[in-house]
């Protein structure tokens, strides 16, 4: 039964992420109604929000999370040829691609799943908050060294 609600879920939140091909482009979030595509948690807070987006053929491909440390647990399973990593920017909101961004990592910051990760897209940002955070700077390659996935 159980298994089954999860199906459903994860359904749900697949026909949430479709829309017309935008090629890569950042996804649109309805926030307080779409789904994490790993936890099924409600995506509501937009300093958090990550997305993995890949082109299709008229349709494409929109995995949503609620936190950035899903997407990265969730990257392998969700990547597919050409796609791209977004994540928030924490201070003002706006997308910017997961590769380009620095992060406030292994800190204090209360995130929707108890990452402790924050995106900015400058390090001088990411370093005001990772002081007031007890976290550390790094940048996306080496987050995806020092982040434990399964």
Not at 38 to 60: H, K, N, Q, T, Y
Not at 68 to 82: F, N, P, R, T, Y
Not at 115 to 138: K, M
Request: hydrophobic share 45%; glycine share 8%.
């Amino acid at each position: 039964m159980i298994r089954l609600m999860l199906i459903g879920l994860f359904a749900l939140a697949g026909l949430n992420g479709c829309s017309r091909n935008e090629g890569t482009a950042p996804p649109i979030v309805h926030y307080g109604e779409d789904v994490c595509a790993l936890c099924a948690m409600i995506v509501s807070d937009e300093r958090f929000a990550a997305a993995i987006v890949a082109p299709g053929d008229g349709e494409r491909f929109v995995a949503l999370y609620d936190d950035i440390g899903d997407m990265l647990v969730h990257k392998e399973a969700m990547s597919k040829a050409g796609s791209v990593m977004w994540v928030h920017d924490f201070d003002t909101n706006e997308w910017i691609k997961a590769q380009e961004a620095f992060y406030c990592a292994k800190s204090e910051l209360v995130t929707p799943m108890a990452s402790g990760i924050a995106a900015f897209a400058t390090r001088e940002a990411a370093h005001r908050v990772a002081t007031e955070y007890s976290g550390s700077v790094v940048d996306y390659e080496v987050l995806l060294q020092t982040t434990v996935t399964p």
